[in-house]
């Protein structure tokens, strides 16, 4: 099978951004675009410059408590997030914490047309099996677009994301493990039902992340 890649693209200048998205999906599937590496005034020029490319990119305002650079109040990243959902990329990945905590903003996402991309993330462990399955459970009634990621510390941790695949009917579901441990679920992911693993488009800016010449020579 091939290997679908979506390449995670952290650039803080609209206009480097733009010419490297452009040159990336010449050999990757998807980008993934890290719109919080950019100031928040430079997002709408950023959107503009990548609008034709929107199609094939997961589109990201990660906050930095889960993990992100975005450093404005939670307000003006609803704000832009909203804003981005107005250009209508492939998908928009948006945090289950920040849905669930918010009903009017989970409504506005239900209400327009972008495909949303669920996501829920761990950084530090891999939990019980039986909380990652009621995770699952809330977050495929929001999107058929679920993503969960954990850190694994060994490979019994890392084969337990894997389960996942085994409830997740009628859900494109993105599910793997960070860490040098569980590097192979990454790969094991694609064989399992995810519509594509993410890479670096050079060196790792996750634990465990291949890049893209790596899997492209597996293809």
């Not at 919080?36 to 997961?58: G, T």
């Not at 804003?83 to 669930?100: R, S, T």
Request: some cysteine.
């Amino acid at each position: 099978m091939k290997y679908k890649t979506c390449v995670a693209i952290a650039e803080k200048n609209p206009k480097k951004l733009a010419i490297i998205v452009k040159n990336t999906l010449k050999k990757s599937d998807f980008v993934e675009i890290r719109f919080d590496f950019l100031k928040p005034k430079e997002v709408p020029d950023a959107l503009e410059l990548v609008k034709k490319q929107l199609n094939r990119c997961v589109c990201t305002l990660r906050p930095k408590s889960e993990g992100g650079k975005f450093m404005g109040s939670e307000n003006e990243r609803k704000s832009i997030i909203k804003l981005i959902a107005g250009y209508n990329p492939f998908l928009l990945d948006v945090e289950f914490n920040a849905l669930q905590k918010d009903k009017q903003f989970l409504n506005s996402m239900k209400n327009s047309r972008v495909k949303i991309l669920v996501s829920w993330h761990d950084f530090k462990k891999t939990p019980s099996l039986i909380n990652l399955n009621k995770k699952l459970r809330d977050m495929k009634k929001l999107s058929e677009y679920v993503k969960i990621v954990t850190m694994a510390k060994t490979v019994n941790e890392a084969v337990k994301i894997l389960s996942l695949y085994n409830n997740s009917s009628k859900t494109k579901l993105i599910a793997f493990a960070m860490g040098e441990e569980a590097k192979f679920t990454r790969i094991l992911c694609l064989h399992m039902g995810s519509p594509f693993t993410y890479v670096s488009l050079r060196k790792a800016i996750a634990p465990g992340q291949f890049s893209l010449e790596e899997i492209r020579s597996m293809n």
